[in-house]
């Protein structure tokens, strides 16, 4: 069996396509997802802000490099990214019609583009291709829960994850985590908890139940909140 098909049985994502893509959205996914994507083919630069270089940005440019994992229509990233515009991004989503999204987000804007790079496969690739200590915060918010006990393994927060994790952020680093599933959130807690590379920055419930700083929202988080469910919002610290 090939790597791709024993992966893709392991993968934490669930279908890659939905609806089909107009002709406009084909169109930024041929011509502009290959300017944004990261090469794992290729091996990390040694200053991870190179990655960025070819864009357009300068190697001086990008301050600190942060992560979301799933973007899902790109709401949350192009907000963060507007607000800090010297951070570096680099945003994951399988999804074909949520990168679309995000491409429509980009496509004319240059400043945008100067500090994102885009991966459309398996997060745990990438992770395991960056340099060591080379994050400065990973966000994962409102993942696919498994809600079926034989999906549990699917998952993407697990000890093997955050071992990835915890090689690649900065110590201070954040990873930030948003559900509105109970099973999930305690599911995180349990796993976060009880690594050894990480520390839960609550106080007490107010911490877990407001929104982060300057939170957006999500379209999942929008649909949530119409469905009478609580978000929870978690937040780990690499020690």
Known sequence: MSEHKERASEAFFGRRRGKTLRAGQTRREETLLPLLKVDLNKPAPERLADLFASSGATKNSCENIR????????????HEMDRFPQTGFIGIEPFINGMAKMLAALEGHEQRLQHIRLY??????????????????????????????????????????????????KPGAKFRFASDIDTYVNWTLFYCMRH???YWTANGSKDWKTPFEAWSGTRYEEKALREGRTPAYLTFVRK
């Open 67 to 78: 992560i979301e994992i799933g973007f899902g229509g790109g709401e949350h990233l192009v």
């Open 120 to 169: 459309d496969d398996d997060a745990t690739r990438l992770l395991d291709w960056l340099p060591e200590s080379s994050i400065a915060g990973i966000d994962l918010f409102y993942p696919d829960p498994w809600p079926k006990k034989k999906h549990w393994k699917r998952r993407f927060v697990n000890m093997k994850n955050l071992n990835r994790f915890a090689r690649v952020l």
């Open 196 to 198: 050894a590379d990480f």
